[in-house]
């Protein structure tokens, strides 16, 4: 092999694997080399290092910048043009998604997947899920029911971070005091609300981790009819798939569809595989022809990974057409009357479903460092051990 390509990401990721094993199909000449943050550093000493090395001109060729400071690698010029890369396939990408990441100067970086938060509510209550202080309130009157069963504090605090993510300054050169002082009552209020949020629902400590991912991939809340509040990330087609009723009824009870509300936090989704190029790759053409094979109709349609949904807004289609086929089969098959009716008036819920998936406009990078950093320092501030404003600083401290 005489041409090499060498691909970034913080953590080894089975994506970056069908990724890479994808393009060597279509590029057999090409030896690919994979590297992953060192081990034994934390996530910022991880992307410190990464950031050294970019600043010197030998950085990897291909970035996956999942839990790295993208915008500020973008802001530092660090990052190329996608615009080249993409131009064959633009047509065939999802225009909400690649609007979201297209700038003046052009698009720098684009998620090769993404997944969707969405509340289940009652149609009533719908609104209480438009800020963090509106769900606090709620949990507050009805004495709990925001928290899924078997959450630890760890877990809600994820869940609460994911959906309600505080804004943070970071070390790109650009905040002032103003900016300080308005990031630091916006985390200030974050954690205020979150305490009464943990009050409220009783959650204790525990060691429990990613119950909210768990719980997201179970689609039935949304056909429970005691279900008051759920919050579940869409993140595979398999979730858009029909349930038996006579299923959900043994463990639930009646079903009654249409009670609830399917609603999208402010529009945000969250990317999977943010792909970006290095702007001083020597290897610039074989690294733009990485990305244009990562969003090419063939790669997005035979990824076989369960979590995140196809930008290639062709391939998903495809999907979906195809999952709606295999719920049309299972209605045919359905059995009784009663049976049948309940998986037709699924149909809407399904429709939502996909309508929330392809109408989300505003990505959210959640960084993993710094919800560990609120995780392991809030602990004292939610035990009534230390002061708020406290808190604040030794978590501005460490993230800055």
């Known amino acids: 092999m005489d041409k090499m390509l060498t691909v970034y990401s913080l953590a080894e990721s089975e994506l970056v694997h069908e990724l890479i094993a994808g393009f060597q199909t279509m590029y057999p000449g090409v030896e690919i080399r994979y590297e992953t943050g060192e081990a034994g550093l934390s996530a910022f000493e991880q992307a410190d290092a990464l950031t050294a090395r970019l600043m010197a001109g030998n950085g990897p060729d291909v970035l996956i910048m999942d839990g790295l400071p993208a915008n500020t690698y973008q802001n530092r010029g660090f990052l190329a043009d996608l615009s080249p890369a993409l131009a064959s ?169 249409g009670a609830t509300s399917l609603q999208l936090m402010d529009g945000i989704f969250f990317p999977e595989g943010l792909l970006g190029i290095n702007a001083q790759s020597e290897n610039r053409e074989l690294a733009e022809q990485f990305v244009k094979a990562a969003f090419s109709f063939e790669m997005q349609s035979e990824y076989t ?56 406009k505003r990505p959210q990078t959640v960084n993993p460092a710094i919800l560990e950093v609120l995780q392991e320092e809030a602990q004292d501030y939610f035990d009534g051990e230390e002061y708020l404003w406290d808190c604040v600083a030794a978590i501005l401290e460490r993230v800055q």
């Open 89 to 257: 396939v633009r047509e065939e990408l999802q225009q909400n998604i690649l609007s979201a990441y297209e700038t003046d100067g052009g698009s720098f970086m684009l998620p090769v997947r993404y997944s969707v938060p969405v509340a289940v509510v009652k149609k009533q209550n719908a609104e209480v899920v438009g800020s963090l202080n509106k769900l606090m309130r709620y949990s507050g009157l009805q004495r709990g029911g925001v928290c899924a069963w078997g959450y630890s504090r760890k877990d809600f605090v994820e869940l609460v971070y994911y959906n309600y993510t505080p804004e943070f300054i970071l070390p790109d050169g650009s905040a002032d005091e103003q900016d300080i002082r308005r990031e630091s009552i916006e985390l200030g209020n974050f954690l205020i609300w979150t305490k009464w949020l943990l009050e409220n629902e009783k959650v204790k400590a525990g060691n429990q981790e990613h119950t909210y991912f768990t719980e997201g991939e179970n689609t039935i809340g949304l056909f429970r009819e005691e279900v008051e509040l759920m919050f579940m990330p869409l993140s595979r087609m398999g979730q858009l798939r029909f349930y038996n009723p006579c299923v959900l009824a043994a463990g639930y009870g009646n079903i009654r569809y």
């Open 305 to 360: 990974a369960e979590t995140g949904f196809q930008t290639n807004g062709r391939a998903l289609t495809e999907a979906f057409l195809a999952q709606q086929e295999e719920n049309q089969r299972m209605l045919e098959s359905g059995g009784t009357k009663d049976t049948v009716r309940h998986m037709t008036e699924q149909r809407g819920t399904v429709e939502r479903m996909f309508g929330a998936i392809t109408s989300v």
